[in-house]
């Protein structure tokens, strides 16, 4: 009887951590609306359509090729446990509880391959606005395809599948280096290889490219960070109350001191109070709590956003400043604040020491080179064989009309 | 005090699955907005406001009759208890816990209730769509009233309220036919008796009329995913782990094949991936898995998504050769996804059988024949009494001039 | 044994109720979202860019401003517990699990206060749309972060935190007063002291300004319901099934009859249906339900609903007769709904009486005097020292420009 009176206080514990990441998976999925509102205001209307399109079929594709290949990639003590593609989920049976002891404690098979797979489909999309406003359809669907189906998870595995990065004592908790610098590494190398747009950079001068809704993008950004509260809070892996809770706080905190960092130094530096660096600001905000959201408190938190919020303005300035043209700001967001919120959980938290920071730097060179590489094979290979990059005509014309031969906004009249 | 003790874990219980379903409550209600982004950026926008002003009257309206007479025709054990309105939550006093064991022992009265009514106006706001742009305003608002009032709740009490379909075994798991092809069937009778826009089918062409903003779609549509989260994952009346997460995996990797198989389709038949094809494979995706949701496997949700996504394209083209206008394609999507989704049921997933296959065509038949019938006469009665349709000049000066004086976007300068 | 058993079953209910919180704060972060689209879409698109900033930096500003002081003057029996900031949960290592006896027995310290700094910050938010359009971005700033850091608190702690208010037998479930009239008054002496914007009130007539974007204010609106359901669900305190669920429904449907009186009295007295006056129905019957969401029941709701959303059609007109100009319509809502709600806590539901009436009566002038004041002070002391108005080139010009050098469509032509 008091077997049975303790069962049911598990499972209910059970039932509860389920239910949390399942909600946690459900505001990762509206990340990529998020992403798709951004990329979208931060670009001119005449790719609009092309950037829906890309967004909408990345998490379909990415979900598809995590449960083909990227879950077993990922986690592969549970992979060819009874099935042809790999995924462990397909041994259960429907309705059956999935109380797995063996690999996953705290929640089922189910709701553990699809909070992962909305989180692999975030590595491609933070790609597609580097690359956006001139990259090829096609190839890029073919990137983002053995990207998410393969990069993403093999890095992956080397941390939170066990692999070597995590007996090192490379900490990462939700993500700052395996999901946003393995995405800013492949748009890096995409914007190397694609080259800036044309008549962004003409005689040693930056012509500033304007997005063409500011209100889409602003939307895009308060819908990350809803998104955030499940990528970092449902990166405990449970709804246990202190650590969840915790983390939301540190991640709300270094989100506003990232839109106050921001503020200050635009208003400050530009002159101006620029509300594209404040969206950047409260995004590097969260990139950059992403890898220690667990380790810092409220103080340290602050710390952390706030840094990132001033810096991101100059990030900004300098991709433009060395050439490289990224219309969102993806390199400026994800990358520079992938690696800046690893390095920093040896410099703040729980955790601080030049040993951990010693681990944290390894991990990001050893992601940094190995994805910069596979990616710039990926896109190398692309551009020989069908070509990255539509034609000068077909750009200026936009991509809505030449990959799409449709229009965002037929009705409204366009200034240019 | 074991005995004590064994209450509190089922009092824990208890308000996990009520959490649970005020969740999916929030999420079913997120997808009216949902609904009214995604036709007011299919259609024009000298009809936004009128979109708008019935999407967000829909959900009150629906909410309101529900409390008065709908929840009551569909639960009707539960239905004249201590009550004028027969909503039988209003004989619970505020406060009172509500564990309720004769009817429902998952969670409150009033979290029922209100996740069946968020349920009930969807009806309503597919036929929305499919009118748009000519209906009259105050003839479709009669028509809302009394088909989310009486003829939704009427064929949900057959299966949902454990009427004679139920007991024949037809089997619905969230809605394929009790929701979306009974919307789609008010939606057909309406397109019938309301003829095409003017324009839009001459000397034997078909003459597209573009919606007006394709973010807006897209947003819709993400949104309609996110509320799916809780439409079907709602669907279960309880937060087990297994069985919800299941259905959010199936749910999610059908929107995923749809995606793919609109994406697929249309770049081969129609030369151009087409976002609009994707979007409706999503949604394609989304109703098709919703009879069978928690049936299916990965696998079969996968075909079930990607074969619904193959299709979607040749049913909108089927609807416009046929001459019947529906300007956001819910016929295409709902009417055709409730069938088939339903059918499917006997063909894939753990019920699947020859037997089961004659329920399902038997429910399908049955609410299509009585819902075709009450909407043809409801549609007819209006029509010959009040009208229900704008005029010719009302129609090309928009509906937001003459039925509301009013435009959504003053601004902004127009093409036409 | 039986101890441990037993307290796996309140630890269970801890986590439960924490999860609950946790989502109610992630409901009421994107109200601000929310607000951020509404005055956006109500305003004029000359001044969007400066919308969207006012709206991403407040929420930021908020909550770092509730963490160094709001929230230790909100809730002072813990305020000053070691630490320099006096927010308590500094002094709880993160990990640790908060099970805190003294105050917060249903959740942590950190969900605490990060949903009573999401609150705190929609009170500034109320202020932003009614001086929207003229007010100068700095001195908007200095207000709101005095505004959110002390007012707000300050008057919180009266009943919130214990106050003398609270022993007066003052009830204020959700807000009411504390938020909604809070902020109303914040916008009832800006609006005083800015003056109306330039030629919305020329001899004697009134010329409307409309918004540029129906489809944001929409989005708006749909976004603040959905929040409303942890902004009133959350006031809970916790995750009691019968008390919450009655909540969302009191909610859910007092918004729905605000929504159709609006409509019956706009199209009565209008003579057209109005979708900015359902808009504003909506938001009416939420800011009404407020105060005693938890005492109501359906029937309550939806009178209190429909009486609100009648009102507020008539409000709206009374404040433009009078010379207030309020572009969004929060005087109309916030103001006049947070005073109504209060004080029909006397009136109808549970807690009816005379006496009950009085002590609402006494929170509502208490609260207006004081805020009344000190917003008055704010405000006065800004415009004499730094000016709280651009200037009058500017404000034709647009806020945007002048204030952030940017647009928020500059690829689309305008009409004006």
Redesign the interface.
Known sequence: ??QN??D?????????N???M??A???V??M??GF??LE?GLT??KN??NI??K???I??????TY?VVGFSIMYPGEAFAGSF?G?A??G?A?????LTKDYNVG??Y??D??FQ?MFAATAATIVSGAVAERVK?SSFLIFSLIFVGVVYPVVGMWKWGGGFLDSLGFYDFAGSTLVHSVGGWGALTGVLLLGPRVGKYRKNRIYPI?G?????A??G???L??GW?GFN?GSVLS????????V??TT??S??????GA?VTSWQFLK?????M??NG?LAGLVGITAGA??????EA?IIGFVSGVIVVFAVIFFDKVKLDDPVGALSVHLVYGIFGTLVVGVL??KAGLGQLWSQFTGVAVIGVFVTIISFLLWYSLKKSMGIRVTADEEHEGLDFS??????????????
């Open positions: 009887m008091e009176i303790a049911s206080a598990a499972v209910n514990l059970f039932t509860i389920n239910l949390w399942m909600m998976t459900a505001l999925f509206i990529h609306l798709a509102a979208a001119q209307s609009t359509v829906l399109f967004n909408s079929v998490p379909a594709l990415g979900l598809i449960t593609f995924f989920g397909f259960v429907p309705g059956e509880l999935g929640y089922t189910w709701t391959f699809l797979g359809l304007p063409h809704s500011l209100p889409l602003a939307i950004v308060f819908l960070w809803l509260f809070g709804a246990d109350p202190g650590l969840v809770s915790l939301l706080v709300s905190l989100a506003s001191a990232g839109a106050i503020m101006k109070p620029d509300i594209t404040v969206l409260i667990d380790l810092m408190n409220p103080l602050i938290g729980d990959e799409h031969a449709m229009e965002a906004y037929p009705e409204f009249e366009k200034v240019r």
